[in-house]
């Protein structure tokens, strides 16, 4: 069990490094030397194990329909009415600061790891950025660290604020 934990937990990692850095981009498929990140040489494509292949389809076919989603401006918005969950803006402090969806609390991408007391196990938690790229690798993120109640607001902050809803500020 353990096993599988860390094994998912590190293929996790290393799939969000390689958004965050983009790898597979043409400009370092062209370079034929190998990528260090954080001083570690990253296996080539044709250097991957029959295991960590297998690990990935695991890992991505186990994501469901609608990928911890909620995915329009109404459907938050039930959401909050009814089951009152724990909203959370992971972008940085100046963006939450020049207006955010009432009732969220702000906990930056790069500080969620260092916040995990602030994010409950036993009511829903639906994250959000400005484009929803940061709130999804959060999802991931948690859910490898255990979390099975969290979900992501693919609209975004700037979806929230197209549809003319109640923006928040401090």
Known sequence: MF???FSTILLGLALSICL????GQPSI???????????????????VSPNV??????FLRSIPAGYY???NVQGLKNLLKNRQPLLVDVRT?????SGYI????????????DNLEQIPHNRPVVMYCSSGYRSAMGVMSLHLLGYENVQGFPPSFAGWQAAG???ASR
């Open 3 to 5: 096993k599988n934990f």
């Open 20 to 23: 965050f850095f983009g790898v």
């Open 29 to 47: 498929a062209a370079d034929p030397s190998p990528a260090f990140i954080f001083g570690v040489k990253l296996a080539a494509v044709a250097e």
């Open 53 to 58: 292949k297998s690990e990935v389809n695991q």
């Open 69 to 71: 989603t909620v995915g």
């Open 93 to 97: 402090a100046s963006e939450y600061d």
């Open 102 to 113: 009432p009732g969220a609390i702000n906990i930056p991408i790069q500080t969620l790891a």
């Open 165 to 167: 809803e109640t923006i």
